[in-house]
């Protein structure tokens, strides 16, 4: 796709990212200044307007809950249950259980998490991030109902490789409509 960048470790794989990230980084600002000069500013509607203003309250609502739970505690928990719901051996009441611990966590423990600078805002829109990856994660494993790429994706209740049903890729879209919709892509 044109213009579609990615940044960081996923840009780079390999080595050390962090600078590679940097450079990358520069590169791409310097490629969208070039592409986008004597462009006019576009004009937001009230939609766009609102949409950045509740963008903005929730990225910095953390800040108004200083001292609440931390962000790091969090991270770990997700981190454990992702060991030992999804993990490598994969198998649907995990999943399922997995999926909806994540959308607990994103109920309940998220509004509660708390920062005093920013340095711990960033932990708090990470964990976010990690839960929405987790689930996102979990729900695609449950849909494809074959063991592929092992052990990477080991289905328990589906051992066996599937090419007819599923020689490709579970697609996910991130809130649509407030919903994470799942699709599937056939590869050739």
Known sequence: IKNLFAAGSTACATGSSGSKAVVWGYMIGEHVRKLTAGMESPVFGPDQVQQVAGERKRVFAPMDNKGKMDALELEHYIRVTNDNYIGIRKIAPRLKRAAEIMQMAREKAVPALGASNYHELMRCLEVQDIIDLSEMHAMSALARTESRMLPSHYRLDYP?????????????????????????????
Request: hydrophobic content about 30%; cysteine-free; aromatic content about 6%.
């Open 160 to 188: 066996q490789v599937d090419d007819e049903n599923w020689a490709g890729l579970i697609v996910t879209i991130q809130k649509v409509d407030g919903e994470t919709k799942y699709s599937r892509e056939k590869v050739e």
